[in-house]
T-cell receptor, first 110, second 114 residues
Framework: KQEVTQIPAALSVPEGENLVLNCSFT??????LQWFRQDPGKGLTSLLL?????REQTSGRLNASLDKSSGRSTLYIAASQPGDSATYLC?????????FGAGTTVTVRA | NAGVTQTPKFQVLKTGQSMTLQCAQD?????MSWYRQDPGMGLRLIHY???????DQGEVPNGYNVSRSTTEDFPLRLLSAAPSQTSVYFC?????????????FGPGTRLLVL
């Protein structure tokens, strides 16, 4: 059974600092890994999707890396802003199922 | 495109009542799924479908039924609501194929069972 862990569970940083969010998974036989953002009381918004054959994906200030053999992914958010405050979830896809971590709740202080 | 839509946004049920959570997508996606989200836990898969007429169980299917009569709609039925089913329910869809595509999520339905 795939287990997905996100550490830390919560993170508070001053505005402008770079964010590093970690995700680990136990079974490396995945199709892809997806990072989502969730605002309080809202649904999930997809940020980045990394296919199993890729090492990283970038979108604006966001960069996600994937090391499938070690079961790890890292989401980097450069020059954080108060608007980046949210919960970030990673999910791995194996066959027809997404397995989610519990998320990292980020607070960016102005 | 409206994307993935869910109704209702919020519902209160009494133990033993039944209800259907609605989910629809207008992106012609083959794959649709239902998740529940509980505090401190990741989202957990309830049921999924890879096309009209095809459904399968996920990680936590007990107490829930699904059907997929059209590509667009994937309703989730609670047969006899229990307090343990108090949760936020999310529907998701994706285009199937290789490479795997991004999953799109609806805004969620908050369910309280008394």
């Amino acid at each position: 059974k795939q287990e997905v862990t996100q550490i830390p569970a919560a993170l508070s940083v001053p505005e402008g600092e770079n964010l590093v969010l970690n995700c680990s998974f136990t079974d490396s036989a995945i199709y892809n890994l997806q990072w989502f953002r969730q605002d309080p009381g809202k649904g999930l918004t997809s940020l980045l999707l990394i296919q199993s054959s890729q090492r990283e994906q970038t979108s604006g200030r966001l960069n996600a890396s994937l090391d499938k053999s070690s079961g790890r992914s890292t989401l980097y958010i450069a020059a954080s802003q108060p608007g980046d405050s949210a919960t970030y979830l990673c999910a791995v896809r194996d066959d027809y199922k997404l397995s989610f971590g519990a998320g990292t709740t980020v607070t960016v202080r102005a | 495109n409206a994307g993935v839509t869910q109704t209702p946004k919020f519902q209160v049920l009494k133990t033993g009542q039944s209800m259907t959570l609605q989910c629809a997508q207008d992106m012609n996606h083959e794959y649709m799924s239902w998740y529940r989200q509980d505090p401190g836990m990741g989202l957990r898969l309830i049921h999924y479908s890879v096309g009209a007429g095809i459904t399968d169980q996920g990680e936590v299917p007990n107490g829930y039924n699904v059907s997929r009569s059209t590509t667009e709609d994937f309703p989730l039925r609670l047969l006899s609501a229990a307090p343990s089913q108090t949760s936020v329910y999310f529907c998701a869809s994706a285009k199937e194929g290789r490479p795997q595509e991004t999953q799109y999520f609806g805004p969620g339905t908050r369910l309280l069972v008394l």
